[in-house]
């Protein structure tokens, strides 16, 4: 539990999840690029509850699933992307919100042909695209529940 505050993840900062689940709740993450956020096997998972990952370069998801808890953003700096190409399923939760900012760019990329790994739960779960750039490999992305809001 955060309490709001920040944690700076410096040159060779990481957050690793190795097996079973890490929440982090109410904190801001700073930096995050590359891999410094990361789940070792695809048996782990992230949960972001009322959390913000502030980028700081492009950042790969690649192993493990993530899971949206309340209001969550991630935003970048200048042109960084998120790139999302775990093979696993993650979710956006009922009464949740994932807000991809201005300037960022979500490319949903997974290492095998699924369309359906962002999986919105039900009609109150939120994708909140503003301002950024929303990507797919020709493998495309299939959202079918929840709201997709576009926005500037």
């Given amino acids: 539990y955060g309490n709001g505050n920040t944690i700076s993840m410096g040159d060779g900062g990481r957050i690793s999840v190795a097996n079973g689940r890490l929440v982090l709740e109410d904190v801001n993450v700073a930096g995050v690029k590359n891999k410094n956020v990361m789940c070792k096997n695809n048996a782990a998972a992230l949960t972001l509850h009322n959390s913000n990952l502030l980028l700081g370069g492009d950042f790969t998801f690649d192993t493990g699933s993530l899971s949206i808890d ?3 953003g991630i935003s970048g700096s200048g042109t960084s992307k998120f790139i999302y190409s775990t093979r696993m399923s993650s979710t956006i939760g009922s009464l949740s919100m994932l807000s ?3 300037g960022l760019t979500f490319s949903y990329a997974p290492t095998a042909a699924y369309r359906n790994l962002l999986y919105l739960i039900d009609a109150t779960s939120i ?3 503003d301002g950024c750039t929303l990507h797919s490999t020709k ?3 299939t959202l079918t529940r929840g709201t997709l809001l576009l926005d500037n």
């Fill in 70 to 72: 309340m209001d969550v």
């Fill in 127 to 129: 994708l909140y695209v």
């Fill in 100 to 102: 991809l900012d201005n």
């Fill in 139 to 141: 493998t495309g992305l």
